[in-house]
């Protein structure tokens, strides 16, 4: 028996695998990092005399706002506990020499542009957790893109 050939088999079997099992997750969530044409926040009336809503999207949002919409589908239930940390991860920001925290409430952001870098750095470092976390971020984001806010 030639040890040598052995191993060599096992460890290629196991690479190829390894191989295998990040192509499905790529396939799995290829839709949701796909590009798209950005959307503009639309502002209409919900009904007669009610004032202006606004539609969510999270290519074009303000941080502030951003973190008032995760505190709310917090208290709601709906995200689960991947989502919020994926979300707080978008969210974060490094201190700054300003301390402004009113600049930087209003501060825009492009969350889905952020999720699918994140995204595509994960499958490039071929890591199968890392894709899953940051494709159950973009499919949070998916989830409620468009309601009114």
């Not at 940390?85 to 969350?111: F, P």
């Not at 494709?135 to 009114?148: D, I, P, R, S, Y």
Request: aromatic residues 6%; glycine residues 8%.
């Amino acid at each position: 028996m030639n040890l040598g050939t052995s191993l060599f088999d096992t460890l290629l079997q196991i690479r190829q695998q390894s191989q295998t099992q990040a192509q499905a997750l790529t396939q799995k969530y290829a839709g949701l990092y796909q590009d798209k044409p950005k959307e503009n926040i639309s502002i209409q009336p919900a009904e007669p005399g009610s004032g202006p809503t606004k539609t969510l999207d999270f290519s074009q949002i303000q941080r502030g706002q951003a973190q008032q919409w995760l505190d709310r589908q917090i208290e709601k239930g709906s995200l689960n506990q991947t989502e919020i940390t994926a979300m707080r991860t978008l969210l974060y920001r490094g201190s700054t020499d300003s301390g402004d925290s009113e600049a930087a409430a209003k501060e825009q952001l492009d969350l889905l542009e952020k999720a699918k870098t994140g995204l595509r750095a994960a499958i490039l470092r071929k890591d199968s957790s890392g894709m899953a976390f940051w494709a159950q971020a973009l499919g949070a984001m998916k989830k409620f893109q468009g309601e009114t806010a």
